[in-house]
Each structure stands twice: as C-alpha cells, then as structure tokens.
C-alpha cells in the first residue's frame, strides 16, 4: 500500500466498476443517499420497463436493465434504480392512455344524462324579414261593373251542421229545378234555415198564420228590411227568382200551401209543427225532409212516409234540442246546428216549441 493509498483511507469510497461497465458507471456518478431523487429520470439514466420514454432513452439505457449491473454498483445504484422503478410505473398506470374510451357525447359519472331536443329541432324560431305593404290605391267599381258578377253552379246551399264524423253537413235548398221540402219541428228551427238562407243571399217570402214573429227576422239577418215579405197564411205569391236571387218559400201553417207555379232556384219549404197520419203525403212527396226531436206517434208516421230503417227510426225520440235529422232513407244523417252567437242572440237557444 503506497502513501497515495493511506490517505485516502479515512474516506472510503465505493469499490470501482468492473472493467467492463468503467465507460457506464463515468457516465453515471453515484449520487449521495440523503438527497431526494429528481421527479424524471435524466435521458442518460436506465429505462424502466413498462414506462413511456423517449426513444433515445431506451437506446442508451439498454445496457443498465442487465441483472448484475445494480448489484455490483453497491448501494447508490441500487437506491436509485428503486427509486425509478416505483415512479415510473405509478405514473404509467394513472396515465389517462390507460382509461377506458367512452362514447362521444356521452355523460360522465358527474354529468347529467343526455337529453334529447327532438322536439326543439322541428320548432324553432325562424327571422323573416318584414313583407312591404302592397300600394296600389283603392279602386272603385260601378254598378253597372258589379252586375256582370255572376255565380255559376249545380246548386246553393249553406251550411247546416257536422255529422257524427265532424265533418261539415251542406243543406242545398236551391237547384235550377223547383224543390219541395219538409220540416218537423217549431218555429224555431224554421226561421234558423231562413235566417241562414238570407246570410247566403236569398229572398225569403213566409205565409204564416202568426206574422208578427217574422217581421223582424230580415232586418236581425241583413240589417235590411226588403229581403223578407210576410204574407197572410191564405195567400199565394209570384215571386222571380233567378240563380243571382234564390228564393225561398215558407209556408207556416196547419193546413196545406196554395197551389204556385213551381218555378227554377225556388224552393217550397213547408213547415209542420206536429207530424199527423194526414202528413204522411206530403212527406212523401218532399225531396228533402228535416225533423227535430219527434214523438213516439210522429216517429210511426215518418218511418212509414219514407221507409226508415229501424235504426234511423229508433233515435228519432232520442235527438238533443241542438240537434236534427236530415231523412232520406238509408242516406239518413244526424246533425249538430252548432248555432253561432249571433243567431242564439236574435232566435234565442234551440228547442222546438
């Protein structure tokens, strides 16, 4: 043992590398025990299996995963490469690589469900931009001008109710051929047809036994007093009628109507208050029949005036006051009148009185 060695005696240092690892271990100094390890590795330090590194990491740590390497490098060797083992791997399995994927769009364990906005899909809001208003003046006509206006068709009507299926009921009282019609009921439900005949634009002459209850009806309708002639009930009248100005002719009274020339876009509408065995004719003979509620005894008459089959015939006594029955046989319907305000203001609330 030389002087050089004796002194270096008191401060023992660990035996050198072999020959073989003396180019590693320079590389690598021996760090003291008591000083914390740095949070990474340094890229010259041994690669830890399993943990994400730089390629040149591993390429130049290769030759320290070797078994015998950490035992013969004494203790701070063998510290430190505990030490990168640990971390390494705690953070290569709480790396958010490892989680599982989920479905895009789906809700986390701290998110509320996904909700769908079908419904606000097809509604939404749209901006237009304001329409500009159309200038174009106001012109008048003459009435010369105004009396080339000419409707053409197959027949007028208006509308009397919704049958059972809601669907709209058109009563068509005026056709280029004279029509004769019924109706069983009060006198309520007869100045309803002609009120609404007016509204559509007919002329309405009556021929009752109590004229007084129809001598407002034009003016309730029209505001006019000249649409509507009330006649003595003996009376006959010659009244032009044209597809422009139908007419309608109202007989309210017990005993039968004058005899009148039938005559085109005129309709004969006779009113029967109470249905007897003497009426069966004339029922016969209407080509449209209407009827409120009827009596058992009146139900009998009807049924075998126009052959009603049996469950036309049964629900006859049943009808509601706001409801009527249009008999044609097995065509037969059921309406609902469905009276707007105006007319329950002027006529009053259905019922057959």
Not at 43 to 60: E, H, I, K, S
Not at 124 to 132: E, S
Not at 206 to 222: F, I, K, M
Not at 337 to 349: I, K, V, Y
Request: hydrophobic share 40%; glycine share 8%.
């Amino acid at each position: 043992m030389n002087w050089q060695q004796q002194r270096a005696q008191p401060y023992p240092a660990p035996p050198p590398p072999p020959p073989q690892q003396q180019g590693a271990a320079a590389a690598h100094p021996p760090s003291p025990p008591q000083q914390p390890q740095p949070p990474a590795p340094p890229p010259a330090q041994p690669a830890v299996l399993g943990a994400p590194q730089p390629p040149a990491t591993q390429q130049q740590a290769a030759p320290d995963t070797q078994p015998a390497a950490g035992t013969e490098a004494g203790y701070g060797y063998a510290s430190a490469t505990t030490a990168e083992v640990v971390r390494p791997q705690a953070l290569a399995v709480a790396a958010p690589a490892g989680a599982p994927p989920t479905a895009p769009g789906g809700a986390g364990p701290a998110q509320s469900p996904p909700t769908s906005d079908r419904g606000h899909r097809d509604w939404r809001v749209r901006k237009h931009r304001a329409i500009p208003r159309l200038r174009i003046g106001t012109h008048y006509a003459p009435d010369h001008a105004l009396d080339q206006l000419q409707l053409t068709g197959a027949s007028f009507g208006f509308r009397l109710g919704r049958n059972q299926s809601g669907l709209p009921v058109a009563l068509s009282l005026f056709q280029p051929s004279p029509r004769t019609a019924c109706l069983i009921g009060g006198v309520w439900l007869a100045k309803l047809v002609a009120f609404r005949a007016l509204r559509l634009g007919a002329r309405v002459v009556v021929s009752s036994v109590e004229p007084d209850g129809w001598a407002d009806l034009g003016r309730a309708a029209t505001g006019r007093a000249d649409r509507v002639v009330v006649l003595a009930a003996d009376m006959a009248a010659d009244v032009t009628a044209s597809a422009g100005r139908p007419v309608l002719r109202l007989h309210d009274a017990p005993h039968p109507p004058a005899a009148e020339q039938p005559a085109p876009w005129r309709t004969q509408l006779t009113v029967l208050r109470q249905l007897v065995p003497p009426h069966g004719t004339v029922l016969a003979q209407a080509d449209l029949v209407i009827a409120q509620r009827l009596t058992p005894n009146e139900t009998s008459v009807a049924a075998t005036a126009l052959r009603l089959p049996p469950a036309v015939a049964g629900q006859l006594p049943r009808l509601r006051d706001d409801m009527v029955a249009t008999l044609a046989g097995p065509a037969s319907e059921f309406v609902w009148l469905e009276p707007t305000e105006p007319e329950q203001t002027r006529l009053g609330r259905p019922n057959r009185s």
